[in-house]
């Protein structure tokens, strides 16, 4: 969920009179389905390596290693004081793979997990047991979502992303031109 958090961190940003020159986004390259089933197995199992028909979780070692290209940029850019011109290198070189179905699910997700976090602070702070059964629904709901909604979501985007076509190709706010 890189979109929505590269707005809130530009936001954060401007608050402090800062300005995001440039960013990188490494991300798993696996089906919803698959990563979200991957990094369940990461979370609750502590296992990251691929096991039986699943990949290793998040995103993977080459990805990380190749990120090392951007670096080499980076340097070029902060030495000749050019920072403006580091997004559109950083783009140029693939520094961001964006998908138009992902802005529109994480929007929804974004509106959740804001919802799920109020209410389950309502009972606490971090470690009180009473948050514990709203943490549990909580999974729950994070199981329903992922599995169950997240698929009609995609279907309904796909269905529907001509009609959005225009808005989701416009994301400069988000470093994706």
Same mark, same amino acid.
């Given at each position: 969920?890189?979109?929505?958090?590269?707005?809130?961190?530009?936001?954060?940003?401007?608050?402090?009179?800062?300005?995001?020159?440039?960013?990188?986004?490494?991300?798993?390259?696996?089906?919803?389905?698959?990563?979200?089933?991957?990094?369940?197995? =990461?979370?609750?199992?502590?296992?990251?390596?691929?096991?039986?028909?699943?990949?290793?979780?998040?995103?993977?070692?080459?990805?990380?290693?190749?990120?090392?290209?951007?670096?080499?940029?980076?340097?070029?850019?902060?030495?000749?004081?050019?920072?403006?011109?580091?997004?559109?290198?950083?783009?140029?070189?693939?520094?961001?793979?964006?998908?138009?179905?992902?802005?529109?699910?994480?929007?929804?997700?974004?509106?959740?997990?804001?919802? =799920?976090?109020?209410?389950?602070?309502?009972?606490?702070?971090?470690?009180?047991?009473?948050?514990?059964?709203?943490?549990?629904?909580?999974?729950?709901?994070?199981?329903?979502?992922?599995?169950?909604?997240?698929?009609?979501?995609?279907?309904?985007?796909?269905?529907?992303?001509?009609?959005?076509?225009?808005?989701?190709?416009?994301?400069?706010?988000?470093?994706?031109?």
């Amino acid at each position: 969920m890189w979109l929505m958090g590269i707005r809130q961190v530009k936001e954060y940003l401007q608050g402090i009179q800062a300005k995001l020159v440039g960013h990188i986004v490494l991300q798993d390259r696996y089906h919803n389905w698959v990563s979200g089933l991957t990094i369940v197995r =990461w979370l609750m199992f502590g296992k990251k390596r691929a096991s039986f028909l699943l990949p290793d979780a998040g995103v993977s070692d080459a990805d990380i290693q190749n990120s090392s290209q951007y670096g080499e940029i980076i340097r070029k850019v902060t030495n000749k004081k050019e920072l403006a011109d580091m997004q559109d290198l950083l783009l140029a070189a693939g520094a961001i793979n964006y998908k138009p179905s992902v802005l529109f699910l994480e929007k929804m997700g974004h509106r959740m997990f804001g919802f =799920w976090a109020k209410f389950i602070r309502m009972k606490g702070e971090f470690g009180n047991p009473k948050r514990l059964f709203r943490q549990n629904l909580f999974f729950c709901y994070l199981l329903i979502a992922l599995f169950l909604l997240s698929p009609f979501a995609q279907l309904f985007f796909n269905l529907t992303y001509p009609l959005h076509r225009v808005g989701y190709n416009r994301l400069n706010d988000c470093g994706v031109k």
